[in-house]
């Protein structure tokens, strides 16, 4: 059982970067996967999240307009587009599947990659 995230990395307030969670190693079905972020010293927060069936998506308030998820066709990546970075937007991101979330809620999802640190220096 295996997520994949990568693509952080430093970028200076505006700029953009665009992660990517694989799922090819994930061999259990799964209803949505999220992203999440954990900024030092703060407890993980959720961000957005994608329906595996009908890629409907959801964001939290702090990066409507700025983030878009997307997937490729075969639907094992899922990519995090994030624009007009923010200070605040600084944090390690995880990606993780739940087969019974329809939001980014953390209780509700049960596998999880490792983390790809974003920083955003002001």
């Known amino acids: 059982v295996q997520l994949q995230a990568s693509g952080g990395g430093l970028v200076q307030t505006g700029g953009s970067l665009r992660l990517s969670c694989s799922t090819s190693?994930?061999?259990?079905?799964?209803?949505?996967l999220g992203w999440f972020r954990q900024a030092p010293g703060k407890e993980r927060e959720g961000v957005s999240s994608?329906?595996?069936?009908?890629?409907?998506?959801y964001y939290v308030d702090s990066v409507k307009g700025r983030f878009t998820m997307s997937r490729d066709n075969a639907k094992t990546t899922v990519y995090l587009q994030m624009n007009n970075l923010k200070p605040e937007d600084t944090g390690v991101y995880y990606c993780?599947?739940?087969?019974?979330?329809?939001?980014?809620?953390?209780?509700?999802?049960?596998?999880w990659g490792q983390g790809t640190e974003v920083t955003v220096s002001s």
């Open positions: 190693g994930f061999t259990l079905d799964y209803l949505t």
């Open positions: 993780a599947v739940s087969n019974r979330a329809l939001l980014p809620i953390e209780d509700d999802y049960d596998y």
């Open positions: 994608i329906r595996k069936t009908t890629g409907a998506t």
